[in-house]
């Protein structure tokens, strides 16, 4: 039973940083898509991008 359960909370907790993960990267790329809009492409640097995003 507690093996069980303690199988539960590591997949639930695996499933919580997958999320994590996918919303940083949905993060990353929003503030990098508005960045070449607003600069273009040439012109953004990934020091911009990652600045954008903290």
């Known amino acids: 039973m507690k093996e069980k359960m303690e ?6 907790q695996a499933q ?3 999320q994590d993960k996918a919303e940083t990267q ?3 790329l929003l ?4 960045l ?3 600069k273009g492409f ?7 991008i990652a600045e954008s995003t903290l």
């Open 26 to 28: 949905d993060e990353i």
């Open 36 to 38: 070449f809009a607003e």
């Open 16 to 18: 919580a940083e997958v």
């Open 7 to 12: 199988q539960e909370i590591k997949e639930t």
């Open 42 to 48: 040439f012109s953004t640097s990934l020091t911009e």
């Open 31 to 34: 503030a990098t898509l508005k």
